[in-house]
């Protein structure tokens, strides 16, 4: 039993030692950000959804289907993850400086060109920075991702509420009226000081029932990865994100369709975020190619991840990226 916990002290420490040594910083003005990095080749940037999604699972089986072919850079967005302990507000959390991050990061490091994947809101983020940077992009990876245009976002909140029983709605509204009395930034507090706290319990159940409209099949839906996912996210920068693109109408469609960079479209049959958003991506990046899997919702890696690799290592081979 001695032996046995020494091994076990001595693994965690090697996987320790190992995380730190792929776990780097770069600086935005004030703020320190960090991302990892793995295997080698062209740079690979992934960028996970949210915003405030931290990016672990299922980041990391794409960093390892891929840092064969590519060096995998994983951004700790602003407000997530590592760089999770940055003031949240309207004058921080913008499209603008998330994409500056991106941009800065790439210049820190020295690449290039850089290849971005990006799942859902990273998907946005993804084709902001094209739009912005053509010259410094050579694909784009686009998995469930947010749409381009303000025009298609409250289709994601139509389709969520027309996939909810009237028994689903109902416990939705009592609970939102418990931890309603808390402000995002106290409850993203509370997650860790008081997670059995009344406003916590009823916060942790409303995001349980908000996540079923993502899915096509909700047996699917994992019980850990919902727990490591709700303690993890920081929900704070959603709302901020979400009136931005509609109070200023936020469109870059013009921009992408005189892009002439290659890109991979991936989604689900059944994604709550409606398949105009997928069309209105595929009508403004010229180059693409569009893959859709059938039966399959928002959460595309937990849902159809056979599927999914096939499509992307097939992309992978074939654009020689």
């Known amino acids: 039993m001695k032996n046995f916990l020494l091994l076990m002290t001595l693994l965690l420490s090697t996987y320790l030692y190992c995380s730190g040594q792929n776990l780097k910083s770069f600086n935005n003005g004030s703020l320190k950000l960090y991302y990892e990095q793995y295997g080698k080749g062209p740079a690979l940037y992934i960028l996970s959804g949210g915003p405030g999604e931290a990016p672990e699972h299922p980041y990391r089986q794409i960093v390892d289907s891929l840092k064969s072919y590519y060096t995998c ?8 993850g590592k760089s999770r302990d940055i003031p949240i507000n309207e004058k921080t959390i ?10 800065l990061l790439r210049q820190e490091r020295g690449d290039k060109k850089i ?6 809101w990273g998907g946005l983020l993804v084709m902001n920075y094209a739009a912005l940077h053509p010259e410094s992009v050579s694909n784009l990876i686009l ?9 298609v976002w409250n289709v994601l ?3 969520q509420y027309a996939r909810r029983s009237k028994v689903e709605l109902d416990s ?5 009226k418990t931890f309603s009395t808390k402000t995002e930034k106290e409850l993203d507090s509370l997650k860790v000081i008081d997670p059995t706290s009344k406003e916590i319990v009823a916060y942790k159940e409303f995001i349980a029932l908000h996540i079923r409209a993502m899915y096509y099949d909700r047996r699917k839906i994992s019980k850990q990865n919902f727990q ?5 996210f920081n929900f704070q920068p959603i709302p901020i994100i979400d009136n931005e693109v509609l109070e200023t109408k936020w469109d870059i469609t013009n921009k992408l369709k005189k892009l002439k960079t290659p890109a991979l479209i991936v989604y689900g049959r059944q994604d709550d975020q409606g398949e105009s958003t997928f069309c209105l991506q595929r009508e403004s990046l010229r180059f693409s190619e569009t893959h ?3 039966k399959c919702g928002h959460q595309i890696l937990e849902e159809q991840p056979t599927e999914f690799f096939k499509i992307l290592m097939d992309y992978v081979k074939r654009s020689r990226i």
């Open 73 to 80: 850079i994983l951004i700790h967005q602003r407000g997530s």
């Open 94 to 103: 913008t499209i603008e400086n998330y994409t500056q991050d991106i941009e």
């Open 115 to 120: 290849i971005l994947l990006g799942i859902s």
């Open 143 to 151: 998995v469930c991702s947010a749409p381009p245009s303000y025009t």
């Open 157 to 159: 909140f139509d389709n």
């Open 172 to 176: 939705m509204e009592l609970l939102q």
């Open 228 to 232: 490591d996912l709700f303690y993890s």
């Open 292 to 294: 859709v899997i059938e």
